[in-house]
């Protein structure tokens, strides 16, 4: 006989909705809790940015912004890929945007509808923030306790049966370590005047302090999560540092107002230089080192006095709500994970829904969601505890004998397809079909083109295939 498990989903965003929808199909009782006051998580465009423009506060603190969209965010990927089974985002118009690369109001109306129509808004409390989930009995999560603060400012303990975490990450700003330099006393026992080697970060004839660079660098610096709209920069030169689909948009973006903007990138390939497309943008490697003198150096020994360092250097899994016994978050590791949904130890009763990262995020949340549901159901039975936990350390062995850091465990790319089909064949659902995976992999092919039209060329090129134009 299945079980009926009654179930706390963390977050109304798109995995938190797609989550309550699986798991109301699979019979489950659920409630979703949302802190803010309406569902769609990302989507939800907020105009606020956090008071540290880099984010380094307290993501737990009240007030901390969640959303890190800007405000001319179109997807990256179009909408085929971004529609749930039976609810697809093609072939309709939810918010008057019919482009193929919508902007974020489309896809948050999107999500509001399929709210509706799947029966989950009626589950979705909002304003109620999940502020602790502790397992009860031995500790292996038999039962959950769920702590949370609904708009009256009370808090409430409730039970469940099990916790599907749908809290997102991409709110908490990953801002590298930079050396930096402070070109200050030479070692000969009286004070001298030092004219530091520019092109350099170290030097010999000096005494060279490095201390956290950005805490030193003269400039203002701010993180994507902080980034709505390019009118700031106008007129500076701005190092954006990061070549992700936010860092090759926001560079973009800005380079229309911008004096200059000279783009870091640890992965730039054969690309250092002017961007041809550009009359203002450069391409660098990843940044050697920053002065206290406003210079940025980097890896190819190039070196630029910047305005502005804008790092679009992606985000940290964080889970305030979370102090369990064996799970921790190391080097952005969320583990042990098995399969980067469920923490051997407390499976099927806790689970993670949407940290891995590089593929069709949509068809993943849908596949773990369904995985999730059927696991706690019985119908998708798991393996014991001992062979998840080998399973999660012949992934971490695989990772270091490709020299995959730590830091990227998370990411699917480039064996995304096998994730998605190993799901698939939990729950008995069909592969991933070849046109999309194809797509995908042209579209992530267009955003490293730097071409600014390569969404509505898409379109353009969609259409004369309909039509037959050349
Ligand atoms: P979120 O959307 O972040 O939702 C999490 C929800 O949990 C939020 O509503 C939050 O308020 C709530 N929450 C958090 N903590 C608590 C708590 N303690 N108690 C109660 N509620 C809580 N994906 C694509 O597929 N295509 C794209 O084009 C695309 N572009 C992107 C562009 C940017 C700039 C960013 C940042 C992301 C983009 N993504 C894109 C990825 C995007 O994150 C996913 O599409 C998806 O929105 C993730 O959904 P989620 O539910 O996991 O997280």
Same mark, same amino acid.
């Given at each position: 006989?299945?079980?009926?498990?009654?179930?706390?989903?963390?977050?109304?965003?798109?995995?938190?909705?797609?989550?309550?929808?699986?798991?109301?199909?699979?019979?489950?009782?659920?409630?979703? %809790?949302?802190?803010?006051?309406? =569902? *769609?998580?990302?989507? #939800?465009? @907020? $105009? +606020? /940015?956090?008071?540290?423009?880099?984010?380094?506060?307290?993501?737990?603190?009240?007030?901390?912004?969640?959303?890190?969209?800007?405000?001319?965010?179109?997807?990256?990927?179009?909408?085929?890929?971004?529609? %749930?089974?039976?609810?697809?985002? =093609? *072939?309709?118009?939810? #918010?008057? @945007? $019919? +482009? /193929?690369?919508?902007?974020?109001?489309?896809?948050?109306?999107?999500?509001?509808?399929?709210?509706?129509?799947?029966?989950?808004?009626?589950?979705?409390?909002?304003?109620?923030?999940?502020?602790?989930?502790?397992?009860?009995?031995?500790?292996?999560?038999?039962?959950?306790?769920?702590?949370?603060?609904?708009?009256?400012?009370?808090?409430?303990?409730?039970?469940?049966?099990?916790?599907?975490?749908?809290?997102?990450?991409?709110?908490?700003?990953?801002?590298?370590?930079?050396?930096?330099?402070?070109?200050?006393?030479?070692?000969?026992?009286?004070?001298?005047?030092?004219?530091?080697?520019?092109?350099?970060?170290?030097?010999?004839?000096?005494?060279?302090?490095?201390?956290?660079?950005?805490?030193?660098?003269?400039?203002?610096?701010?993180?994507?999560?902080?980034?709505?709209?390019?009118?700031?920069?106008?007129?500076?030169?701005?190092?954006?540092?990061?070549?992700?689909?936010?860092?090759?948009?926001?560079?973009?973006?800005?380079?229309?107002?911008?004096?200059?903007?000279?783009?870091?990138?640890?992965?730039?390939?054969?690309?250092?230089?002017?961007?041809?497309?550009?009359?203002?943008?450069?391409?660098?490697?990843?940044?050697?080192?920053?002065?206290?003198?406003?210079?940025?150096?980097?890896?190819?020994?190039?070196?630029?006095?910047?305005?502005?360092?804008?790092?679009?250097?992606?985000?940290?899994?964080?889970?305030?709500?979370?102090?369990?016994?064996?799970?921790?978050?190391?080097?952005?590791?969320?583990?042990?994970?098995?399969?980067?949904?469920?923490?051997?130890?407390?499976?099927?009763?806790?689970?993670?829904?949407?940290?891995?990262?590089?593929?069709?995020?949509?068809?993943?949340?849908?596949?773990?969601?369904?995985?999730?549901?059927?696991?706690?159901?019985?119908?998708?039975?798991?393996?014991?505890?001992?062979?998840?936990?080998?399973?999660?350390?012949?992934?971490?062995?695989?990772?270091?004998?490709?020299?995959?850091?730590?830091?990227?465990?998370?990411?699917?790319?480039?064996?995304?397809?096998?994730?998605?089909?190993?799901?698939?064949?939990?729950?008995?659902?069909?592969?991933?079909?070849?046109?999309?995976?194809?797509?995908?992999?042209?579209?992530?092919?267009?955003?490293?083109?730097?071409?600014?039209?390569?969404?509505?060329?898409?379109?353009?090129?969609?259409?004369?295939?309909?039509?037959?134009?050349?």
């Amino acid at each position: 006989m299945r079980r009926r498990a009654e179930v706390a989903v963390v977050g109304a965003g798109a995995a938190g909705l797609v989550a309550a929808r699986e798991l109301l199909r699979e019979g489950h009782v659920v409630a979703v %809790f949302e802190k803010s006051a309406r =569902a *769609g998580g990302t989507w #939800a465009y @907020d $105009p +606020r /940015a956090d008071a540290d423009p880099l984010g380094r506060g307290d993501h737990g603190a009240p007030g901390a912004v969640h959303g890190s969209l800007y405000a001319s965010l179109r997807t990256n990927l179009p909408r085929q890929l971004m529609g %749930f089974s039976g609810f697809p985002l =093609a *072939g309709r118009v939810f #918010a008057g @945007d $019919p +482009r /193929a690369f919508p902007g974020h109001r489309e896809v948050l109306a999107f999500l509001d509808a399929f709210a509706v129509e799947s029966g989950v808004a009626a589950r979705v409390r909002l304003r109620a923030e999940v502020l602790r989930v502790r397992p009860l009995g031995l500790g292996q999560g038999e039962r959950w306790a769920v702590a949370w603060r609904g708009e009256d400012r009370e808090v409430v303990e409730e039970v469940f049966d099990a916790v599907v975490v749908c809290s997102g990450h991409c709110s908490v700003p990953l801002v590298p370590k930079i050396r930096g330099a402070i070109w200050s006393l030479p070692f000969s026992s009286h004070l001298t005047a030092v004219i530091p080697d520019k092109t350099s970060c170290s030097n010999a004839s000096m005494l060279v302090l490095w201390v956290t660079g950005i805490d030193q660098w003269p400039g203002k610096q701010i993180h994507s999560h902080n980034y709505r709209v390019p009118e700031p920069f106008r007129g500076q030169t701005v190092v954006v540092v990061g070549l992700g689909a936010s860092g090759i948009d926001i560079a973009r973006e800005i380079s229309h107002v911008a004096k200059e903007v000279h783009i870091a990138a640890r992965y730039s390939g054969d690309r250092l230089g002017k961007i041809e497309l550009y009359n203002n943008a450069w391409m660098h490697g990843e940044i050697e080192c920053i002065q206290d003198d406003g210079q940025v150096l980097f890896a190819e020994g190039s070196s630029v006095a910047a305005d502005t360092i804008l790092y679009c250097t992606g985000y940290r899994y964080h889970f305030p709500f979370l102090d369990l016994d064996g799970l921790t978050v190391d080097d952005n590791r969320v583990g042990p994970l098995y399969k980067h949904v469920f923490p051997p130890k407390y499976a099927p009763n806790l689970s993670f829904i949407g940290l891995p990262y590089k593929s069709i995020i949509f068809q993943s949340l849908e596949l773990e969601s369904k995985w999730v549901a059927a696991a706690l159901s019985g119908r998708a039975p798991l393996p014991s505890e001992e062979d998840m936990m080998a399973a999660v350390r012949e992934h971490y062995r695989r990772m270091e004998e490709a020299g995959k850091p730590k830091r990227h465990t998370h990411t699917l790319w480039p064996e995304w397809v096998e994730y998605l089909d190993w799901l698939a064949d939990q729950v008995g659902e069909p592969h991933l079909e070849a046109w999309k995976s194809e797509m995908y992999e042209e579209t992530l092919k267009r955003i490293w083109s730097l071409d600014e039209g390569y969404r509505d060329l898409w379109e353009e090129e969609e259409e004369n295939i309909a039509t037959g134009s050349p």
